[in-house]
């Protein structure tokens, strides 16, 4: 908490606060961690960050690996290691156009793997093979 209290001092990141509006929190975001040990399935925040072109930083819980691959639309952190969360977060501070690159492959990677017509489509095929269709 004292780094981030310190890149915010000096200008490198702004610190948001809370908010209950999430999606309006990552359009103002570049990026966008989830420091969670908790496992989850598929963390929506990581999704919707993703889907509108933010790189991603998260711990090697649950299954943020899922969508983040590391080095191409985020960084996968050995989870409960605050120092190496933080190392990863001052390169993507340092390399905007890293970023920006991380943010276009996730965006693309939901777009290839998690689009609305592609899960009813594999939903449907579920149903359909279950009953013999």
């Avoid at 780094?3 to 948001?16: A, D, P, V, Y």
């Avoid at 989830?34 to 960050?49: D, H, M, Q, T």
């Amino acid at each position: 908490l004292e780094l981030i209290h310190h890149w915010h001092n000096e200008g490198l990141i702004n610190w948001l606060g809370r908010s209950s509006n999430v999606y309006e929190l990552i359009q103002k975001s570049n990026i966008v961690a989830l420091p969670s040990i908790y496992p989850e399935g598929v963390p929506r925040l990581l999704l919707e960050a993703s889907s509108v072109g933010r790189a991603c930083i998260a711990y090697d819980t649950g299954g943020c690996d899922s969508l983040i691959i590391h080095n191409y639309n985020g960084l996968i952190v050995k989870s409960n290691s605050a120092q190496e969360l933080a190392v990863e977060l001052e390169y993507l501070l340092k390399n905007p156009q890293i970023r920006l690159e991380m943010g276009a492959n996730g965006r693309k990677r939901v777009k290839e793997l998690f689009s609305s017509i592609l899960v009813i489509n594999k939903t449907l095929q579920i149903y359909k093979d279950t009953i013999g269709c």
